[in-house]
């Protein structure tokens, strides 16, 4: 109980309430590292029925109690692991093999996160789908194509009549330029 008295007393927790051995459920949260909405979601499900003290009308928490009901039923992934560490090793396993509730849960918050961005990003106009980019990409290439063959049919008696190189080249050109700037 001491190290936990000591962790208290470093994250500047009421002295004297941890020499009590009481604590509130935001100095559990504070100590454990999590948020208050996690611990608040313990207790409303009965997790700390048995370490919940009444003290001047108020609920607080027997910290030894609770510390051993978070030791004995905290959720068993390492504080360390990073989102990326974590979605490797659920990549990583083999289709038969099912993850552990917490695995799967990350991933399926993974996940939904990525569907989110996607689709933020797709409403920002960051991202487009595939659909679009197909009908603009078929869009492109007959206004390419018919833009060309048309040169042919717009220079044919132009040309007919002209003898210079220089000339005709430079007519050619000049169309090209032209069938390009129609596309941009």
Request: proline share 2%.
């Amino acid at each position: 109980m001491s190290k936990y008295l000591d962790t208290l007393y470093n994250k500047n927790i009421q002295p004297l309430q941890a020499f009590m051995s009481l604590i509130s459920f935001s100095d559990l949260a504070t100590l454990k590292n999590v948020s208050r909405q996690a611990i608040y979601d313990r207790k409303r499900r009965g997790f700390f029925n048995k370490a919940i003290v009444k003290h001047n009308g108020k609920e607080v928490l027997n910290a030894e109690i609770a510390l051993q009901l978070w030791e004995k039923n905290d959720v068993n992934i390492p504080r360390s692991t990073t989102k990326k560490q974590l979605k490797d090793k659920i990549d990583s396993l083999p289709a038969n093999e099912i993850p552990d509730f917490a695995e799967s849960k990350a991933k399926r918050e993974f996940y939904l996160a990525e569907l989110a961005k996607l689709d933020v990003e797709e409403k920002k106009k960051e991202l487009i789908s595939v659909e679009e980019i197909k009908k603009s990409s078929f869009a492109k290439g007959r206004a390419i194509r018919e833009s060309l063959m048309n040169i042919a049919n717009r220079l044919s008696n132009e040309l007919a009549g002209e003898k210079d190189a220089k000339v005709i080249h430079k007519i050619i050109t000049r169309e090209h330029l032209n069938a390009l700037e129609n596309l941009t």
